[in-house]
């Protein structure tokens, strides 16, 4: 039986008089690949905020690989090996492509301060895997002929990609997708499903998408959980959520922005 990575027990998180997610429980395995849907205003981002620590749980608990993390700090969540993109994508805009890879890798070097002054053959060590390292994950999201490019300049469904390999660099564990499949084309949006589907496997990665996208969240997504005002309305299989009555209902009355 696969272990646990994941687990929410009755997470409630309320603004003022506002309960944007309400009684949110999740049991998510080992390489399992979740999706999260719901209208806009569902509270689905909110749970992304609330397992990275973003905002705090107003109420229950939540465990990432066997250990309490409703109160740890984001820094501290993200080196355990959370690591996700957003909604509105967060690039150090005058970085190259490479640099804002490179960037992530930094946050986890060994090296103390001494030794990065000193260019210490362990710093020159850990920079020669970075680079090596950097180069391999360009040429996995297809960017690495972009790598001394502004990666303002790059293309929307680009930026995308370099989003997921900044996340990849952080060497996680757990990877957070939120609508990686906004802004793509057809064709961009059958290369983000391979992608997606590719990285799990090699990394071996348990993931939660966001997607709007239904064809992304269908073709790719083993079980699907349904929210709707913050609350959990339906669980299941891609062909149990489609046929599903309360889900066709929230959808047709889809809202406001996203909590």
């Known amino acids: 039986m696969k272990n646990t990575v994941l687990k929410m027990e009755h997470v409630t998180k309320r603004f003022g008089g506002l309960t944007a997610v309400s009684d949110f429980n999740l049991d998510l395995k080992e390489g399992e690949l979740l999706g999260l849907i719901g209208p806009n205003g569902a509270g689905k981002t909110t749970i ?39 909604q509105n994508i967060r690039l150090f805009v005058n970085m190259t492509v490479k640099e804002n890879i490179m ?47 502004k990666s303002s300049s790059l293309p929307y469904g680009l930026q995308r990609k370099l989003e997921i390999a900044r996340a990849l660099a952080t060497n996680p564990k757990l990877l957070l997708l939120d609508e990686p499949a906004a802004g793509m084309n057809p064709d961009e949006t059958l290369e983000l499903n391979q992608l997606i589907l590719r990285i799990r496997e090699k990394y071996k990665l348990t993931i939660i998408v966001i997607e709007h996208d239904m064809k992304v969240i269908m073709n790719i997504c083993e079980r699907i959980i349904v929210l709707d005002h913050g609350v959990t309305i339906a669980e299941g299989t891609p062909e149990q959520i489609q046929k599903n009555p309360e889900v066709i209902k929230a959808y047709l009355g889809a809202g406001d922005e996203d909590a």
């Open 48 to 86: 992304f905020n609330l397992i990275t620590h973003v905002f705090p749980a107003s109420e229950g608990k939540i465990e990432f690989l066997g250990k309490d993390i409703t109160k740890s700090t984001t820094d501290r969540i993200i080196r355990m090996g959370v690591a996700r993109t957003f």
């Open 103 to 149: 960037t992530a890798f930094h946050a986890h070097l060994k090296s103390d301060l001494f030794t990065a002054i000193g260019f210490l053959p362990k710093y020159q060590k850990e920079e020669e895997y970075i680079q090596e390292k950097t180069y391999e994950l360009m040429k996995e999201v297809g960017i690495e002929h972009l790598a001394d490019y």
